[in-house]
Structures are given as structure tokens and as C-alpha cells.
T-cell receptor, first 109, second 118 residues
Framework: GQNIDQPTEMTATEGAIVQINCTYQ??????LFWYQQHAGEAPTFLSY??LDGLEEKGRFSSFLSRSKGYSYLLLKELQMKDSASYLC??????????WGAGTKLIIKP | GAVVSQHPSRVICKSGTSVKIECRSL??????MFWYRQFPKQSLMLMAT?????????EQGVEKDKFLINHASLTLSTLTVTSAHPEDSSFYIC??????????????FGEGSRLTVL
């Protein structure tokens, strides 16, 4: 079956750095997305990786290793507003999006 | 960036009634829109893929007669929950890709609609 694994919850301190991991087992791979979702709101796009390596976008970076079925989202200089759920999603060989359950990130002052 | 508008954002209805949720792409054309539902503390679950001018493709386990989807134009898709029951209470979210963006293009999400069935 297809599976996306990410931690259920993480806690970090304002101003610090946090890494949210995502491992996947899917039938084929056509890209990996990270989305941010605040409680009660729809997800918003953060990043897209289809090739191995690190993609940096401001305070957020996303890494992909296709051979390991692994990605991480790195958040730097954490702000209170970064408290949200972070969803990892993989596009499989049929271009279907497979969603992880999300990681709830709690930022403490 | 592209904007997807969803309406209503909140709806409360009595058991047995039907509720329609609209999803509009405001500044782009979307040949395909996706409908998800999300229960508290759970991930998005794809319900169906809505294709302009043709029948929607439903995921396994989703009742097509209960969740009616109409994609009448390149900018509008509607989801109608028919004969709603309390177990249908959930957060319903639509998303769309720009026409021509390809199967791995960025998804733009509507604001979501929280349905509460009494």
C-alpha cells in the first residue's frame, strides 16, 4: 500500500530551527509537496521537490532524497505564527496526491 | 497568485436536508478541481476529482449519489451533500490547478467549508 509517515507533533522554541521529516512509500513518484495548514483553515503551498537536493525559500527549506523515500522541511528563525500543521504529500505514478496526516508544530516563546 | 474561493465557509443544517458548496477559481481556469474532506486532527482525504464538462471521478468508498459534484464551467465546481446526516459533519475543502499547469502543478485551495449537521 501507499504510505506517508511524519511525526504527529513537534515542539520548538521561538527563534530556533526545526526539521520536520517525512518518509514515503508510494507506487511511483512524481514529486513531493509541503503545505502549511493553520487550524480551521485550508492548506497553503510551501514547496515542491521533484529532484534530489535542497530547495531554499526564505526561512523555509525542503530537502528530498528519492532513493531513501525521504524528505524534510526545515524552518529557521521560528516565529509564533509558524505554529500550524505541516502536511507532506506525494504525487504517485498515476499523479494522485497521497497525503500524510500532518505534523502539528507548537512554537513556545 | 491564483485564488480559489469557496462558499459558504460555515453552514449548519438539519439532518435530512441538502447542502451545496461552491468552489470558484477567481483568476484562472481550472479544468480539474479536487474535493477533500478533513476530520479533526486527520489528514485531507480526497473524495473526488471534478472534471469540467464530464462526470466526476469518485474515490473508493465515496457515495456518488450522496455527494453530487457538478463542474459546469472552467471556473466553478459544486459539491452537494444530499440528505445530510450528523456523520457528514466535516471540513470540506476544494482545490484546483491552473489549466496547463500539468499534473504536478501547485494546488490552490479554497478556504474550506465547515459543515455541521444537527
Amino acid at each position: 500500500g501507499q504510505n506517508i509517515d511524519q511525526p504527529t507533533e513537534m515542539t520548538a522554541t521561538e527563534g530556533a530551527i526545526v526539521q520536520i521529516n517525512c518518509t514515503y512509500q508510494t507506487s511511483g513518484f512524481n514529486g513531493l509537496f509541503w503545505y502549511q495548514q493553520h487550524a480551521g483553515e485550508a492548506p497553503t503551498f510551501l514547496s515542491y521537490n521533484v529532484l534530489d537536493g535542497l530547495e531554499e525559500k526564505g526561512r523555509f527549506s525542503s530537502f528530498l532524497s528519492r532513493s531513501k523515500g525521504y524528505s524534510y522541511l526545515l524552518l529557521k528563525e521560528l516565529q509564533m505564527k509558524d505554529s500550524a500543521s505541516y502536511l507532506c504529500a506525494v504525487t504517485d505514478s498515476n499523479y494522485q496526491l497521497i497525503w500524510g496526516a500532518g505534523t502539528k508544530l507548537i512554537i513556545k516563546p | 497568485g491564483a485564488v480559489v474561493s469557496q462558499h459558504p465557509s460555515r453552514v449548519i443544517c438539519k439532518s435530512g436536508t441538502s447542502v451545496k458548496i461552491e468552489c470558484r477559481s477567481l483568476d484562472f481556469q481550472a479544468t480539474t478541481m479536487f474535493w477533500y474532506r478533513q476530520f479533526p486532527k486527520q489528514s485531507l482525504m480526497l473524495m473526488a476529482t471534478s472534471n469540467e464538462g464530464s462526470k466526476a471521478t469518485y474515490e473508493q468508498g465515496v457515495e456518488k449519489d450522496k455527494f453530487l459534484i457538478n463542474h459546469a464551467s472552467l471556473t466553478l465546481s459544486t459539491l452537494t451533500v444530499t440528505s445530510a446526516h450528523p456523520e457528514d459533519s466535516s471540513f470540506y475543502i476544494c482545490s484546483a490547478r491552473e489549466q496547463g499547469a500539468g499534473d504536478t502543478g501547485e494546488l490552490f485551495f479554497g478556504e474550506g467549508s465547515r459543515l455541521t449537521v444537527l
